[in-house]
Every structure is written in C-alpha cells, then in structure tokens.
C-alpha cells in the first residue's frame, strides 16, 4: 500500500462518504440502528456523519489477510482480545476530526488517559495507534510533528504494522525513535515479568504483555500464583489480564490497593477462597455463556455464608466484583462484565463450559497477599 498515491481529495471524498463510500455506509445503516452506530454522545459528534471510526480503514484499505489478528498464529495473546467496537470507532472518528498536532495529541492522550489499549482492533482493521499514524500522513503533518505523536504511541507500548513502516517518512520516523524507546519498554515488560517469577509459588510464567496501562500475565495450569505482587508491581493503576490454563480473569488495580475482579473470559470459571473467623469460605465465579454479559456468583457453603452475616462478619475487605463489595454481589448471584470481554459485539460460539469448574484461589495469608491457583 502506497500512502501517498492518494491525494488528500481522494481520501476526504471517501470519508465523507460521497461516491464509492456510499455502499459501504449503507452497509452500515442496515446493519444497525443509527443509535448504535452514533458515536459517543454529544450534539456536534452526533450530527457528524463521518465514517464513524472506520473512514481511514476504508481508504487506506485494511490489513493482509494473513496478518489480521484473528488468522495470524503468532499474534500476541493480548491483541486477540478484541476492543470495544463502539469505544475505538468513537477514538477513531476522533482522529480524523483533529486538524491539527495539538488536536491530535490531546485525542491520544484521552485515548491513554480513559486506558485504550492503542494495540487493539477489530476484524482486521487498523489499530488506534495505526490509525493515528494514518491521521498524521492524512492531515500532511510535518516530521516533527509526526515524530511526537509517534514517541508517544511507542512509549506506552503502541507497535505498528510493516506496511506503515514501508512509507519511507514513517519509517525514517520508528527507526530513529526505536534506540529511545525500546529500553523503556523492555524495562516495563521486565519489571512485569520480576513481579509474575516472584508471585509464582508453583508452576511457572509463560509470557508477560503490556499495552497501554493494560498488562497480560500468562502462568503454566498447575501455577499458584500470589496475585497482590503483580498489581503491586505496577507503576499505573490499570486493567490486569490473569490467566492459567484455560480460564483469564481481568482484575483492575484501584486505588488504596484494592482489586476489582470486572470480567472474565467466556466460559472461564474460577474459585476465590476468603479467610473468615469459622474458617475458609470458599466463592465461585463463572462465565455463563447463555447469560453472556454477567458473572454468576455463588456460595459454595451457604449455611458457613448464614452464619458469617448472623455474625456481621465483612468478608474480602480488598475486593470489589465490578464496583460493589462481595456481599451484594452474592445477594444479587451476578454482575454485569464490565471489562475486556463485555461488548455483545463481542459474542462468538464457544464451548459449553465443563461441569467441573477449573479453578483459581484467592487466599490471604498472614502478610494479607492474596495468591491463586488452578486446580
């Protein structure tokens, strides 16, 4: 794909959907509902029918085949957790209004600042930090300006794919930043994989990845892992992707310390075992996939949970399941997946989960470091 064959003309007249953009907002409109597709609220947004988000993968075309995510098996883990369709069209509609470096900088430091991952896209589309490197080649920004934006995105992690490199501006541009960047990085990634080797009481670290303020944590099934560390470990608070074996759960790191369990991956089932005062109370989490957008909660021994609240007991003092405190959570049996893996744009036929639940334990021991295990 060559960049610069289009001319700005060419590529504002199909964003604006005028000749052979028509088919596909048409496309767009019997798909869904205008509401659905509308980006985020707000009267000038709203008024603005501008490719909602997907303006530039239709100009610039998309991604080969056999490197779209999806199809490519050696993708990282993390960038094949899609994004929130809704939440990246919005950011990317962003980008193709922000005429400016001033206007584009503060559209990627929304983007940072809300945790975007700037990796992430969807069938095979350009990521938000692809398309912000688009935006600047669309809006004819000069190389210094380019630069700054592009210091930014690799700072925090953003990677780009070999057929922007190619342009020969773009590439100058990553090569002459990749000597700075690429120790800070390495520097993040092994801090992160410090913290996993030291929290791992059994079992062992498969890979480590970060993306924005999002890190993804991989253990061997039989790990037993002591989560606090990890989050510990973390210079931002952020969303955390724990995984063993088969099942993952997002846990995000709030402030004062506290763990805020928000999703987990369709079909995953987990165990959180909590200490209290008659013993240990066991918790189970699960994905239900006919309930596709909830977590069920429930009490493996409901007459030690009777007792528990007879005694006005606080149990997981440190935890929250999607904002609320454990014991709401388990009076209501669920709560809503409010992470990584929550958009319905999200749904795809999975495997029954099995009747044994594969689980993980979240235990507080003397020093009150949680730890969890597969079992």
């Not at 939440?87 to 990627?108: D, Q, T």
């Not at 688009?134 to 700072?155: N, P, S, V």
């Not at 992160?192 to 929290?199: D, T, V």
């Not at 149990?315 to 990584?340: D, H, P, Q, T, Y």
Request: proline share 3%; hydrophobic share 35%; net charge negative.
């Amino acid at each position: 794909m060559d960049l610069d064959r289009l001319s700005k003309g060419e590529v504002l007249n199909a964003i604006v959907g005028i000749g052979r953009t028509n088919t596909f907002v048409s496309k767009i409109n019997k798909a869904k509902k205008p509401e659905e597709i509308a980006p985020f609220p707000g009267r000038e947004v709203r008024e603005n029918k501008i490719n909602y988000g997907k303006g530039f993968d239709y100009v610039y075309g998309t991604k080969p085949v056999s490197d779209q995510e999806d199809k490519n098996p050696f993708a990282s883990a993390l960038k094949k957790i899609k994004p929130s369709a809704e939440k990246l069209s919005w950011f990317k509609s962003a980008v193709v209004r922000a005429k400016s470096p001033n206007e584009l900088h503060k559209v990627v430091d929304e983007a940072l600042a809300a945790g975007a991952r700037l990796n992430a896209c969807n069938d095979g589309e350009w990521s938000l930090a692809e398309y912000v490197i688009l935006g600047t080649h669309f809006h004819k920004f000069d190389k210094a300006d380019r630069k700054k934006l592009i210091r930014k995105l690799m700072l925090n992690g953003a990677e780009f794919h070999d057929t922007l490199l190619e342009n020969k501006l773009i590439g100058e541009i990553y090569n002459e930043l990749q000597p700075e960047v690429q120790p800070h990085i390495d520097e993040r990634l092994e801090e992160l994989e410090k913290a996993g080797e030291s929290a791992v009481q059994e079992g062992e670290l498969i890979d480590v990845e970060i993306d924005n303020t999002t890190s993804y944590i991989e253990f061997s099934g039989d790990s037993k892992v002591e989560v606090a560390k990890i989050l510990e470990a973390k210079r931002e608070l952020g969303s955390n992707i724990l995984k063993i074996g088969n099942d993952a759960v997002e846990v995000k790191s709030e402030k004062g310390g506290i763990r805020n369990y928000i999703d987990m991956s369709d079909g995953s089932s987990i165990i959180l075992e909590f200490p209290t005062s008659i013993g240990k109370l066991d918790i189970i989490l699960y994905h239900d996939v006919k309930k596709y957008d909830q977590v069920q909660v429930r009490v493996e021994n409901k007459e030690m949970w009777s007792k528990l609240q007879e005694r006005g007991e606080e149990i997981g003092k440190n935890c929250l399941f999607a904002g609320v405190k454990l014991k709401e959570a388990v009076e209501k049996g669920s709560f809503m997946r409010c992470g990584i893996w929550n958009s319905k744009q999200l749904m795809k036929e999975v495997d029954s989960p099995s009747e044994k639940l594969s689980s993980w334990v979240d235990k507080v021991r003397e020093n009150s470091k949680e730890t969890f295990r597969g079992l």
